[in-house]
């Protein structure tokens, strides 16, 4: 008498049903992983901001004026007093920090995004505490809904 031995393992339309309920999971997962990092990347450059407007600060009390605080003594542009990129610290940088603009009592700061985070629209703080996203990403934070960090 042959007994034989029973196969065991996965048959071939089971494999398949399980690719496809990986690839349906990664489909709706992946897209909320971007987000959630891109939510975070803008988040740090929010902060570096609210950093770059004390450096502003401390600048505008050493010189009673806001004017001079750029990259050799400019008014615009890379500022000397704060860092240039956000991230502050890692190597990845996602956003360049700027002084769009200058008088003796008034400021706007920039965070324009690079790399990974193209796309998602420029963020300013005013020296009047005011926020701006350029949530559309037309390249102009002023437009209906852009007054605000919020999503």
């Known amino acids: 008498m042959h007994l034989q031995k029973k196969q065991q393992g996965f048959t071939l339309m089971e494999l398949m049903i399980v690719v496809a309920i990986i690839g349906i999971l990664t489909a709706i997962a992946y897209p909320n992983y971007q987000e959630s990092v891109n939510t975070s990347r803008r988040s740090d450059a929010q902060g570096a901001l609210t950093g770059f407007a004390g450096a502003m600060e401390r600048h505008f009390t050493a010189n009673n004026s806001y004017l001079g605080a750029g990259a050799a003594g400019a008014d615009t542009g890379a500022p000397a007093i704060y860092a240039t990129q956000s991230p502050l610290d890692g190597t990845s940088k996602y956003y360049n920090l700027t002084i769009q603009a200058a008088t003796v009592t ?46």
Do not use: F, H
């Not at 505490?129 to 037309?138: A, C, E």
């Open 106 to 151: 008034t400021y706007t700061l920039r965070a324009t995004p690079i790399n990974g985070q193209v796309g998602n629209g420029l963020m300013e703080l005013l020296s009047t505490s005011q926020k701006r996203w350029d949530k559309n990403n037309s390249g102009d934070a002023t437009g209906t809904g852009e007054n605000n960090w919020n999503k």
